[in-house]
């Protein structure tokens, strides 16, 4: 089955501590990209990556970093520069910037 | 600066009754338009998408959408609705700019239905 998985479903943060989301797609996607999501905000965009070792920052990116090291793994790192890290995070992926984006289950990042 | 405005945070229908989510965007090319179906604690999927063509655009589970250029409009309809229905829907626009394509998705509409 093809498709898109993000890991963990739940992740808890400590201050001062950096964590990472994972991304993985089979879909054989050139572009890979993450949002976050609040309540009554929609998705916002933090950083995508349209080919392999690019990546380029979307509309929220400080306090985030990503790498693009395999054309399906896109992992993000939380740094502790992230003030407010809590929300839910939704990775995608697309055949192309303007085609359809398939998105992965969420991960929901809580600060302890 | 391109955008997209769903209006109506929250819409609650009856069991049955017509569905209308409202999307306008801005743009000063046409654009690639979709409508996204979120259920809780899931990621989005897509429902029906505008690229070129015929303007009424048929989706999964009964949607449709009608592309109306002179509106700016791409509104979500359908006829009857079902309990199961009931989740959050995204408007999204994607246009090429400097640097590629990008994708706007509008704040989202949850979507009520009344037994």
């Known amino acids: 089955d093809g498709g898109i998985t993000q890991s963990p479903k739940y992740l808890f943060r400590k201050e001062g501590q950096n964590v990472t989301l994972s991304c993985e797609q089979n879909?054989?996607?050139?572009?890979m990209y993450w949002y976050r999501q609040d309540p009554g905000q929609g998705l916002r965009l933090i950083y995508y990556?349209?080919?392999?070792?690019?990546?380029q920052k979307g509309d929220i990116a400080e306090g985030y970093s990503v790498s693009r090291e395999k054309k399906e793994s896109f992992p993000l790192t939380v740094t502790s520069a992230q003030k407010n890290p809590t929300a839910f995070y939704l990775c995608?992926?697309?055949?192309?910037?303007?085609?359809?984006?398939?998105f992965g289950p969420g991960t929901r990042l809580l600060v302890l | 600066a391109q955008s997209v405005t769903q209006l109506g945070s929250h819409v609650s229908v009856s069991e049955g009754a017509l569905v209308l989510l409202r999307c306008n965007y801005s743009?000063?090319?046409?654009?690639?338009l979709f409508w996204y179906v979120q259920y809780p604690n899931q990621g989005l999927q897509l429902l029906l998408k505008?690229?070129?063509?015929?303007?009424l655009v048929k989706g999964i589970n009964g949607f449709e959408a009608e592309f109306k250029k002179s509106e700016t409009s791409f509104h979500l309809t359908k006829p009857s609705a079902h309990m199961s229905d009931a989740a959050e829907y995204f408007c999204?626009?994607?246009?090429?700019?400097?640097?590629?394509?990008?994708?706007?998705f509008g704040a989202g509409t949850r979507l009520f239905v009344k037994a």
């Open positions: 995608a992926s697309s055949m192309g910037g303007q085609e359809t984006q398939y």
């Open positions: 879909l054989n996607h050139d572009a």
């Open positions: 743009s000063s090319v046409p654009p690639y």
């Open positions: 999204a626009v994607s246009r090429l700019n400097t640097g590629g394509f990008k994708t706007i």
């Open positions: 990556s349209q080919i392999v070792n690019d990546f």
């Open positions: 505008y690229t070129t063509g015929a303007t």
